[in-house]
């Protein structure tokens, strides 16, 4: 069964709004979380790192004030697509390692955000 | 720069039919190489996942192999289903990386057509 969850699955929402991606790790606890994004056709593209207790790693490009990540809990992350634009419609999925599985990257299952 | 290229980017093959996916990388050293498979509109899932020293690995109708040596891993799909139709991404995890960063190929869409 899955082992990192998201919520939503899929958005909608007008553009200037906010929207906000949960990603949880079940039956398991991660200090860290990654999120991408996944334009069609194409492959996953690391955005920022989610650590818990402290400010995520943001990848080069990616703008901060933007993507809020918040690391709530040791199963918890959150993204937050402030004020989103058309160009911010995308997949965004989230990846949470295992250390009882030697680390390997368990992925949700995205959530896709659409922006009118 | 850690690169992963895959090849082909999409193949359309007839059900029941062999193919095989390849992967060459940049990334020395690596911790491990694995492929997932990513249905549409779904988040990618595990398939394999191989140490440096590993050559091989399968998972059902899904081989894997690898070659550190020349950088080179496959991905061999036996008596394809129309549910082997996703994209396979071929994944690459540095060694001695804290952060666990990945590296990804960008994909080979697979369809398998009636």
């Known amino acids: 069964g899955a082992v990192v969850s998201q919520h939503p699955s899929r958005v909608i929402c007008k553009s200037g709004t906010s929207v906000k991606i949960e990603c949880r790790s079940l039956d398991f606890q991660a200090t860290t979380m990654f999120w991408y994004r996944q334009f069609p056709k194409q492959s996953l593209m690391l955005m920022a790192t989610s650590n818990e207790g402290s400010k995520a790693t943001y990848e080069q490009g990616v703008e901060k004030d933007k993507f809020l990540i918040n690391h709530a809990s040791l199963t918890l992350s959150t993204l937050t697509v402030t004020s989103a634009h058309p160009e911010d419609s995308s997949f965004y999925i989230c990846s949470a390692p295992m250390a009882r599985e030697l680390n390997e990257q368990f992925f949700g299952p995205g959530t896709r955000l659409t922006v009118l | 720069k850690n690169q992963v290229e895959q090849s082909p980017q999409s193949l359309i093959i007839l059900e029941g039919k062999n193919c095989t996916l390849q992967c060459n990388y940049t990334v020395s050293p690596f911790s491990n190489l694995r492929w997932y498979k990513q249905d549409t509109g779904r988040g990618p899932v595990s398939l394999t996942i191989?140490?440096?020293?590993?050559n091989t690995k399968s998972n059902g109708r899904y081989t894997a192999t690898l070659d550190a040596d020349t950088k080179q891993s496959s991905l061999h799909i036996t008596a394809s289903q129309l549910s082997d139709s996703a994209s396979y991404i071929c994944v690459v995890r540095p060694a001695a990386n804290a952060g666990n960063m990945l590296t990804f190929g960008g994909g080979t869409r697979l369809m398998v057509k009636p």
């Open positions: 191989m140490t440096f020293s590993e």
